[in-house]
């Protein structure tokens, strides 16, 4: 009996993530995601979307998803993440200040900037 193409795609999949898994290759995924996310908030505000749940849903996922991995790449991911730390913590502070913003502004207040 054949595979279906589903399950053969994930199994191939569940294969190499078997072959490369570690808590450090965890975090760094964590990582992308999360920038990911704010990235995603990041182009909407600038295409003034103004899909403000969704910004902030994306803003808050993100920063969270780098709040929980960016302690483990400070203590297992060695010189070569250095940069991904830096700017997570850069983008994380950068999303809770937009966050702050957001509801500022959709509560009809003006800008503090």
């Known amino acids: ?17 078997s072959q490369h898994a ?21 182009a909407d505000a600038q295409q003034k979307r103004g899909n403000w749940g969704a910004m902030i849903g994306n803003l808050r996922s993100g920063a969270d998803a780098l709040d929980s991995a960016l302690p483990i790449l400070k203590q297992s991911g060695g010189p070569g993440v250095a940069s991904v730390i830096e700017m997570g913590e850069r983008e994380a ?21």
Do not use: Q, W
């Open 1 to 17: 009996m054949s595979m279906s193409p589903k399950t053969e795609l994930a199994e191939l999949v569940d294969d190499h993530l």
């Open 22 to 42: 570690s808590l450090t290759t965890a975090a760094l995924g964590t990582a992308a995601v999360g920038l990911s996310s704010i990235g995603a908030a990041y």
């Open 93 to 113: 502070r950068f999303a809770r200040l937009l966050i702050e913003e957001i509801e500022r502004l959709t509560a009809g207040e003006s800008t503090a900037v």
